[in-house]
């Protein structure tokens, strides 16, 4: 992990570096315009992953870099207009991957049973009440 400010810097720009070059490979899921941004497919980590081990440039990309990059680019504020807007979520290809409803992502509502919601509480707990 980093430790340092300088270590945190770093990571933090090596994130954003993958986040400019997914939008280069992937301009339909990794828009640069607002208006571009859709929501992203659930598991789309895993999608990435797959696609790095099969791409000798980006084979040794680590997994936490992954991750940080998704979440530097589901974080922004045009990303989150684009969930709370609701519209199909994009897979690499821009195949419709699921509904990105506004209702199950601000208040949990469509959560599965099981599934945490704000407060903790997950949705068999909200039943019983």
């Not at 933090?12 to 993958?18: G, I």
């Not at 990435?48 to 992954?66: G, Q, S, V």
């Not at 991750?67 to 690499?92: E, K, N, W």
Request: proline share 6%; hydrophobic share 30%.
């Amino acid at each position: 992990m980093a430790n340092s400010p300088n270590q945190k810097q770093k990571r933090a720009e090596r994130a954003r570096d993958l986040l400019r070059e997914l939008q280069k490979r992937f301009p339909d899921c990794f828009g640069r315009q607002r208006k571009n941004i859709r929501p992203i497919a659930i598991g789309i980590d895993r999608a990435l992953r797959e696609t790095f081990d099969n791409d000798p440039d980006m084979a040794k990309t680590p997994n936490w870099l992954i991750r940080q990059c998704l979440a530097v680019h589901t974080r922004s504020p045009a990303y989150l207009d684009a969930v709370i807007a609701g519209g199909d979520r994009v897979d690499l290809k821009r195949q419709s991957g699921g509904t990105g409803h506004r209702r199950s992502h601000r208040t949990g509502q469509n959560a599965p049973r099981g599934t945490a919601r704000p407060g903790g509480r997950t949705a068999s707990e909200e039943t019983r009440r």
